[in-house]
């Protein structure tokens, strides 16, 4: 069974400059999931879909984050502009349904600069 | 916000002794997952826990959870260098409109060979 794949692997950026993240699930899992780990910290949640809509994005900074999942498969996480402080990993997970195991892809490591 | 908080932030133990992490956690949980995460790879699930379990196993995991103190512990018996990560509960929200998937700042574990 293929794995949830993330691309790219590494972004370094300038603050100001946008970036987007790809993320392509397990097949048939329904719940997608987009975290922010910065270095020494748990992975905080941004942004969970159920299918193709957003069951929860209370701790997504919308003003220059969006995300979106279309037709209920891949999500892409956008940064515009992107800050100092949006330097970390972002990881994308999915789950067979909401209150199943959630399987982690390698995540995109980004530094802003 | 991180709902659950894994204590102590780091252990330190001898290859063959047993390693204990307890998480707490505040709202009422549908279940609570232990997952690990290597030096530079992606977070691997360990075990699941629902609400209405006291004790689950896995190989050389145990988890506990105790609903009433709002508490759960990961025991690793026999630990082996390969065992050395970081490691993390994460709380499956239950109630009305809450549907987050939510880590910990999770507990270092090394073990010395």
């Known amino acids: 069974e293929a794995g949830v794949a993330q691309s790219p692997r590494y972004k370094i950026i300038e603050k100001r400059q946008s970036v987007a993240f790809w993320c392509n699930p397990i097949?048939?899992?329904?719940?997608l999931y987009w975290y922010q780990q910065i270095l020494g910290q748990g992975p905080k949640l941004l942004i969970q879909f159920q299918n193709n809509g957003v069951v929860d994005d209370s701790q997504l900074p919308k003003d220059r984050f969006s995300a979106e999942r279309l037709k209920g498969v891949d999500s892409t996480l956008k940064i515009q502009p992107a800050k100092l402080e949006d330097s970390a990993v972002y990881l994308c997970a999915s789950s067979f349904q909401r209150n199943t195991e959630a399987f982690f892809g390698q995540g995109t490591r980004l530094t802003v600069v | 916000s991180q709902q659950g908080e894994e204590d102590p932030q780091a252990l330190s133990i001898q290859e063959g002794e047993n390693a204990t992490m307890n998480c707490s956690y505040k709202t009422s949980i549908n279940n609570l997952q232990w997952y690990r995460q290597n030096s530079g790879r992606g977070l691997v699930h360990l075990i699941l826990i629902r609400s209405n379990e006291r004790e689950k196993h896995s190989g050389r995991l145990r988890v506990t959870l105790d609903t009433s103190k709002k508490s759960s512990s990961l025991l690793i018996t026999a630990s082996r260098a390969a065992d050395t990560a970081s490691y993390f509960c994460a709380t499956d929200l239950s109630g009305a409109g809450s549907y987050q998937l939510t880590f910990g700042k999770g507990t270092k574990l090394s073990v010395i060979p």
């Open positions: 097949s048939g899992h329904a719940t």
